[in-house]
């Protein structure tokens, strides 16, 4: 099983900061490694597959990058509503797996 | 617009079983494999079951095996959880998400989640 590792798991950031959020996996998973926003008492919603690439509709200010096996979520210029929990997901191998979260407080 | 919704979560006595549906709409549901992905209370995401968009192949996390079992109609573009020998620690919104296409491995679309308890 692939262990994806965040960090921070916890962070209080004040609006227009730039954050970044990483993701390291147990082993190479290549570009396989997407990343979903959960808000409290909300679903999951897609943010960024394969890495680097923007799912339809998210805020240019979300960024993604890396490969094998350290990835970055950064995002630019925070905003009140990007209060949220972030997972990081691999899909390069059976079982799925999930980093443990990133919770991102806004001050 | 894709709509996924889940039901038949509740509170079951440990060893009891359950089937969760989950109703899709907006998409070919035919063509999509899904998956069933639970959260714990407090904790972060845990996938549990994976099946393709036939229905032929069906996968399951180690923690669920042998215990639960996907299946989906694809006549009632529904999606389905049985979930047998129910354990304290199964107790979590289960959301179903539908993988984005084939060979993709990452969920596009996700249900608002019903919640499953497991106690005495």
């Known amino acids: 099983e692939i262990v994806l590792t965040q960090s921070p798991d916890f962070q209080s950031v004040t609006p227009k900061e730039k954050v970044t959020i990483t993701c390291r996996a147990s082993q190479s998973i290549g570009s396989s490694l997407h990343w979903y926003q959960q808000k409290p008492d909300q679903s999951p919603k897609l943010l960024m597959k394969?890495?680097?690439q923007s799912f339809s509709g998210v805020p240019s200010r979300f960024n993604g990058s890396g490969s094998g096996t350290d990835f970055t979520l950064t995002i630019n210029s925070l905003e009140a509503e990007d209060a949220a929990t972030y997972y990081c997901h691999q899909s390069n191998s059976l079982p799925y797996t999930f980093g443990q979260g990133t919770k991102l407080e806004i001050k | 617009e894709v709509h996924l919704l889940e039901s038949g979560g509740r509170l079951v006595q440990p060893g009891g079983s359950l089937r969760l549906s989950c109703a899709a709409s907006g998409f070919t549901f035919s063509n999509c494999a899904m998956n069933w992905v639970r959260q714990a209370p407090g904790k972060g995401l845990e996938w549990v079951s994976s099946?393709?968009?036939?229905?032929?192949?069906?996968y399951h996390a180690d923690s669920v095996r042998g215990r639960f079992t996907i299946s989906r109609d694809n006549s009632r573009n529904t999606l389905y959880l049985q979930m047998d020998s129910l354990r304290a620690e199964d107790t979590a919104v289960y959301y179903c998400?539908?993988?984005?296409?084939?060979?993709?491995?990452?969920?596009?679309?996700w249900g608002q989640g019903t919640l499953v308890t497991v106690s005495s």
């Open positions: 998400a539908k993988e984005a296409y084939l060979g993709s491995g990452f969920f596009d679309s």
């Open positions: 394969y890495a680097s």
């Open positions: 099946i393709t968009a036939g229905g032929g192949r069906t």
